[in-house]
T-cell receptor
Framework: AQRVTQPEKLLSVFKGAPVELKCNYS??????LFWYVQYSRQRLQLLLR??SRESIKGFTADLNKGETSFHLKKPFAQEEDSAMYYC????????????FGKGTLLTVNP | ETGVTQTPRHLVMGMTNKKSLKCEQH?????MYWYKQSAKKPLELMFV???????ENNSVPSRFSPECPNSSHLFLHLHTLQPEDSALYLC?????????????FGDGTRLSIL
């Protein structure tokens, strides 16, 4: 079964500390992986996707096929990073269905 | 002008009412989606439309009826809903068919069933 697991519901760090939000997936083939973010009172928006290998707002995520993981990392967390983060996956190719994890609420304390 | 617009933002209705949720996208996308976001659950895909044709119905009860008159507009008609249907309903769009395009989400409609 296709599944995306975010083991941490809540994650709290201090400003300037490194942060890692975990995501593991269970997908056959070569899935596409995404991180979405939802700031307080804002819409859900795409943060980054593995295929573009980009860094957005200081966040990076590396697809580890051996560990079936796509952890989101940032070396120095900022207070404005506090938000709900969703990991999502879909089967590669023309399949549109995204499977989301349950989300991790990140709180960055001053 | 935001890319994906949903109306209304909030809706309270009784179980016997009939109402509709509206979604409009201004991104030139050809695929549109309805998602349900409940507390304590991940986002659940409900329906997918590609070039106005429904390509996926994720075992959604018939009290939810989608309509896609054109590639820019998507409706979700509601009838005889249950209290457990209270949730945030999100619309999204993407340049479907290309495989690698992300989905752009609206702000959602928060639905409360009395």
């Amino acid at each position: 079964a296709q599944r995306v697991t975010q083991p941490e519901k809540l994650l709290s760090v201090f400003k300037g500390a490194p942060v890692e939000l975990k995501c593991n997936y269970s997908y056959s083939g070569s899935p596409e992986l995404f991180w979405y973010v939802q700031y307080s009172r804002q819409r859900l928006q795409l943060l980054l996707r593995h295929i573009s290998r980009e860094s957005i707002k200081g966040f990076t995520a590396d697809l580890n096929k051996g560990e079936t993981s796509f952890h989101l990392k940032k070396p120095f967390a900022q207070e404005e990073d506090s938000a709900m983060y969703y990991c999502a996956a879909r089967r590669g190719g023309s399949n549109y269905k995204l499977t989301f994890g349950k989300g991790t609420l990140l709180t960055v304390n001053p | 002008e935001t890319g994906v617009t949903q109306t209304p933002r909030h809706l309270v209705m009784g179980m016997t009412n009939k109402k509709s949720l509206k979604c409009e996208q201004h991104l030139g996308h050809n695929a549109m989606y309805w998602y349900k976001q409940s507390a304590k659950k991940p986002l659940e895909l409900m329906f997918v439309y590609n070039f106005k044709e429904q390509t996926e119905n994720n075992s959604v009860p018939s009290r939810f009826s989608p309509e896609c008159p054109n590639s820019s507009h998507l409706f979700l008609h509601l009838h005889t809903l249950q209290p457990e249907d209270s949730a945030l309903y999100l619309c999204a769009s993407s340049q479907g068919g290309l495989g690698n395009q992300p989905q752009h989400f609206g702000d959602g409609t928060r639905l409360s069933i009395l």
